[in-house]
């Protein structure tokens, strides 16, 4: 039976280091400021957003919120963005996702300063990040990078597979595995004989987006299963893309949905932007 990665420990642990780094800096006079912007009603992003908040406070972190209505334009965004890029006090920016359908969500990403991009999605960020010489983590594939190092898995040498190759999640995971010495593939949904790869994988990081999509079968024996996916089964019921019960009597370490990944992408979040605290 595999051990499952406990990533609210995880978190705890991080966010009370994180605690102490702040109020180091604060005597410094650096005070690490978070600005998160959210558009219109969007209820998972409320949850999200209050979440954000809290992890803030935990930290020491101050928070400051920019609520803005469903019917906000792509220009009215923007000038709120060059307000708060201009805005000293302020280390990171974040604009909380999806947008309302009005708004061009690249522009607005792409206007927020690289250096308070604390979500690391601008291009510049990215394009730092492949060449190895970012500034920023991205947040969910970092918060994955974590959970290995606390629970001491080498990822040197191994071969990892991840499922899905999408901006936030799969591309940037494929970047960080690369750059920590991994072997990495990448697979998403024009792969042919998935299964077949995903049994080579010793560390398996699922990112599709589909509730139980990776079986006992597509695991081999012993390895690590890292389940980012966060969906909805057909009973409302939160879980991941990977089938917990079956997949746990073949793994070595499995994390679980809620409690794995999910609490690590905001502690990432804290820490990238102490970083921008401390760069600016
Ligand atoms: P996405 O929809 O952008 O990407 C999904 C990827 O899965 C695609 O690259 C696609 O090619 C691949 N895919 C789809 N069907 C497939 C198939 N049949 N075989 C192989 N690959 C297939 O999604 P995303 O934004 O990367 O998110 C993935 C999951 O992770 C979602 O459940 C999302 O909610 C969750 N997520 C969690 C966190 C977190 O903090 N834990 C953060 C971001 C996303």
């Known amino acids: 039976m595999a051990k499952i990665i406990d990533g609210k420990t995880i978190r705890d642990y991080n966010l009370n280091l994180m605690k102490e780094e702040v ?83 690249e522009k607005v990403l792409e206007r927020i300063s690289p250096s308070k991009d604390v979500d690391c999605f601008h291009p510049e960020n990215i394009g730092r990040l492949s060449i190895g010489n970012g500034i920023f983590l991205p947040c969910t594939p970092n918060g994955v990078m974590k959970l290995l190092e606390y629970e001491g898995i080498e990822v040197a040498g191994k071969r990892c597979v991840i499922i899905g190759r999408s901006n936030i999640v799969g591309k940037p995971m494929a970047m960080l595995m690369l750059a920590a010495n991994a072997t990495v593939t990448v697979c998403h949904s024009r792969t042919e004989n998935l299964s077949e790869i995903t049994r080579q994988a010793d560390i398996l990081v699922a990112a599709v987006g589909v509730p139980d999509f990776v079986k006992a079968d597509m695991v081999r024996e012993g390895a690590v299963v890292i389940d980012v996916g966060i969906n909805r089964n057909v009973n409302e019921r939160l879980c991941g893309d990977v089938d917990f019960k079956e997949v746990a009597k073949k793994a070595s370490y499995i994390t679980p949905v809620p409690g794995g990944v999910g609490p690590m992408t905001i502690t990432m979040l804290m820490r990238n932007t102490i970083t921008a605290a401390k760069n600016s």
């Open 23 to 105: 109020a180091a800096l604060n005597e410094q006079g650096i005070y690490p400021c978070l600005a998160v912007i959210i558009v219109g009603n969007n209820p998972a992003s409320r949850v999200y957003v209050n979440n954000k908040k809290a992890a803030c406070d935990k930290t020491g972190i101050i928070s400051r919120e920019y609520a803005l209505p469903e019917e906000t334009t792509t220009d009215e965004l923007l000038e709120l963005i060059d307000k708060l890029n201009a805005d000293d006090e302020v280390s990171g920016i974040l604009c909380q996702l999806p947008l309302p359908q009005q708004i061009d969500k």
